[in-house]
């Protein structure tokens, strides 16, 4: 039971006027910008963005300057300024086959139409910290993490068998015995990249995409979650779940609960054009381009009565550059597909209740930070009852010792 608090309000409003004296910090340096959140910190604006369903850069930075740096908080924004805003209609869905590539790897091939291409990523740094960033004269890149002569491709440009170490990392690079073969010009003159698992379906090792059927997915955001839940539902769930709960299941699957220890596929981030079907017109209207980040993992199958051994699918797609919750998603939805594969549930990753029960952040943060809510009544119930137990155990006691 809850109690209504009354009074303190001079004290709430004392509290929030310390909140906006802490979030401003010391007033001799200057205020952090939205300009400056959304350029310099993009990772952490990506996730607030992802896990609040709101892919909005400027209000994600808001969320943040306003949560002081508090990432689930800033969620817990993002989602709740979601449900004020109107919704005009769904978009057709998104052609990652035609994303403009920023970063493009794979674990599976090393040569792949179109190449390796590294991007911005921490993967080949050394994760030690660079002082020159403390300083103003250290606000560029560094040059230890800095290619000495930028490439978009890994191992474009040498001759066979030729193999460069970068001198400054220290790491060998990719090796590429002939350069990529041209690739295909989209419609709108971007160069398509066909994705790995395209490349081995064509041979027949994968499972198929599945088909589409022309039956609307359930849209979490405006019904309630209920099981079971098909794969386009569990999806969505996973797609703005908390990103360090899907990173430990996926984690837990690849331990050997749930038996799953995926090749990468590939990994692609870039952009990809949104465009929204209007009736009138009888076609979709481009409305701009949002960065996102896909993963397909591609798994073992030993077969089944009615179908030949072959690669299975896990599949991972999130708002912005997040590597790690794209792969820990693809993770947890191969693990989530063990049913319908004919597989033994042997792990927590594979129960979809548990999993989708908890893997929201708002939602958890909700429930656990209202124990810190007035509970005086059921406080007080409890406070009796132990007293009462307390009375009654040593009345027992003063007759055990009566009787002997």
Do not use: W
């Amino acid at each position: 039971m809850y109690v209504a608090v009354k009074g303190g309000e001079a004290a709430i409003r004392n509290a929030h006027a310390l909140l906006a004296k802490r979030r401003r910090g010391e007033e001799s340096v200057p205020e952090i910008g939205l300009d400056q959140i959304a350029g310099q910190l993009s990772l952490a604006v990506d996730r607030v963005m992802a896990e609040g369903s709101l892919y909005d850069r400027e209000l994600a930075a808001l969320a943040i300057k306003q949560a002081r740096g508090d990432l689930i908080e800033a969620i817990f924004l993002a989602r709740a300024f979601r449900t004020t805003l109107p919704r005009f209609g769904a978009s057709v869905p998104v052609d990652t086959g035609a994303m403009r590539i920023e970063r493009r790897i794979s674990a599976t091939f090393k040569d792949l139409p179109g190449g390796q291409v590294l991007g911005p990523t921490f993967d080949y740094t050394h994760r030690l910290m660079d002082e020159r960033l403390a300083t103003q004269a250290g606000d560029g890149a560094s040059d230890v993490d800095a290619p000495r002569q930028p490439s978009p491709r890994a191992g474009e440009g040498r001759g066979e068998g030729e193999e460069r170490r970068d001198s400054a990392a220290g790491l060998p690079e990719a090796v590429h015995p002939s350069p990529p073969a041209p690739l295909p010009q989209g419609e709108r003159g971007d160069t398509r990249m066909p994705r790995v698992t395209d490349l081995l379906g064509g041979e027949g090792l994968i499972e198929p995409s599945p088909a589409d059927d022309g039956t609307p997915p359930r849209d979490l955001t405006r019904e309630p979650l209920s099981f079971p839940a098909d794969r386009p539902l569990r999806l969505q769930a996973l797609a703005r779940g908390d990103e360090g709960f899907l990173l430990a299941l996926g984690y837990s699957t690849q331990r050997g609960y749930a038996r799953t220890h995926p090749f990468v596929g590939e990994i692609r981030f870039g952009t990809v054009e949104v465009s929204l079907p209007v009736e009138e017109l009888g076609f979709a209207v481009p409305l701009g381009d949002i960065a996102v980040t896909e993963c397909q993992s591609v798994n073992q199958f030993k077969g089944s009565a009615t179908e030949p051994p072959q690669f299975t699918r896990g599949y991972g797609l999130v708002f912005g550059q997040s590597e790690r919750k794209a792969m820990s998603m693809a993770l947890v939805d191969r693990a989530l597909r063990f049913q319908e594969l004919g597989e033994e549930k042997s792990a927590p990753a594979q129960d979809q209740e548990f999993v989708l029960s908890h893997c929201d952040n708002v939602q958890a943060t909700g429930f656990v930070e209202h124990l810190k809510l007035p509970h005086y009544v059921d406080f007080q119930a409890e406070l009796d009852l132990i007293r009462r137990m307390r009375a009654e155990a040593e009345i027992a006691d003063e007759m055990k010792e009566a009787a002997e």
